[in-house]
């Protein structure tokens, strides 16, 4: 339970990403995105945003709206990545002559170039490592004797290796390291703003930096629910047809990618449940992926914490007031502290 829940009006839930040097913010009506630039300025920019259950009622409906939620967070992650390195100056950089051709070629700016091929990257890697690669062995396994629960069992442990292997390596790139330490700003500005204190960073720095509601932690209930939910229709499948769905990789493979979306529905259910929920039992089942957020955030400084906090505000309220940029975001100046006398 919050701080002050039961003396406070409880509040909206108030979802956030870490991006190029900032955070992103999304409130129930507006998207705010904040970026430091490298001279220590502040930009922000807000974007209207209106769920799409308010138009198609069944998006928001149970174990429909988390399938719909994981596509729109993928389209919307791929959009403020893009923005904060607008924002940040990141894409003014000089394009070298291979961007340069490859923009000529396909007819669009460099920028949206490079975003269309990391997709595509991000997509044919994931796909990889955590769907084809971790399903290789199970014809073998099946072969040399072992159950249908033990085969889906070794699929799943694979696949939380892979990922664990995978933070963990990321974790070793610097900028990825500060972008782990702006997603540790963005949940500890989450948890300031629900407690309903003063949104200062040195308030919102007494808070944790792992959050029930983490897409961290929903990545790894997503993982341990397929193994239960794969292994049990696998095993109706061979009791009703007496087809071992080992047996065949590519349809093992596309009954997984097919389930997808009603794997993703039901694991979002379960996270906000635990996410809201105060029992021993549900605080028990959140510790796993709390202690995954350990290796996707990272205690941020006073600053970062700035940018988070400038982005909540604007996400719930209007932008910072007074100078613009030639861009026109919203600008929040460097505080320029006088020099030791």
Avoid at 32 to 60: E, F, L, Q, T
Avoid at 74 to 97: C, F, W
Avoid at 149 to 156: A, E, K, R, Y
Wanted: hydrophobic letters at 45%; proline letters at 5%.
């Amino acid at each position: 339970m919050s701080i002050n829940e039961n003396s406070k009006t409880k509040r909206p839930d108030i979802g956030g990403q870490a991006v190029l040097e900032g955070v992103m913010m999304k409130a129930p009506d507006h998207i705010a995105v904040a970026v430091r630039r490298p001279n220590g300025d502040i930009v922000v920019k807000r974007d209207a945003y209106s769920s799409p259950a308010k138009k198609h009622k069944w998006m928001g409906l149970p174990f429909i709206r988390g399938a719909v939620n994981m596509g729109l967070m993928m389209q919307l992650g791929m959009n403020v990545l893009t923005a904060s390195g607008e924002m940040s100056g990141i894409m003014d950089e000089e394009p070298s002559r291979f961007e340069k051709w490859l923009a000529k070629k396909l007819g669009k700016g460099v920028d949206k170039v490079v975003m269309g091929v990391a997709i595509v990257l991000a997509l044919v890697l994931s796909t990889g490592l955590f769907v084809l690669l971790p399903n290789l062995p199970a014809k073998a396994l099946r072969g040399a004797g072992w159950s249908l629960l033990s085969v889906n069992l070794i699929s799943g442990l694979i696949r939380i290796f892979i990922l664990i292997g995978y933070l963990m390596f990321c974790g070793l790139i610097p900028d990825m390291r500060k972008t782990f330490q702006y997603h540790g700003a963005e949940h500890k500005t989450v948890y300031a703003h629900e407690a309903q204190v003063e949104l200062t960073p040195q308030n919102a720095q007494t808070y944790s930096r792992l959050h029930p509601r983490c897409g961290t932690s929903f990545l790894l209930i997503t993982f341990v629910f397929s193994i239960l939910f794969f292994s049990s229709m696998d095993q109706v499948i061979l009791s009703l047809s007496g087809y071992d769905m080992a047996s065949n990789y590519l349809l093992r493979i596309s009954s997984r990618l097919l389930m997808l979306p009603l794997v993703a529905g039901i694991s979002y259910e379960i996270l906000k449940s635990l996410a809201h929920a105060d029992s021993k039992f549900a605080r028990a089942l959140r510790w796993p992926g709390l202690q995954l957020q350990r290796l996707t955030t990272k205690e941020p400084t006073l600053e970062m914490l700035e940018v988070a906090i400038a982005s909540m505000q604007s996400a719930l309220g209007d932008l910072p007031q007074g100078e613009k940029t030639q861009e026109g975001y919203a600008l929040i100046k460097k505080v320029q502290t006088a020099p030791a006398a």
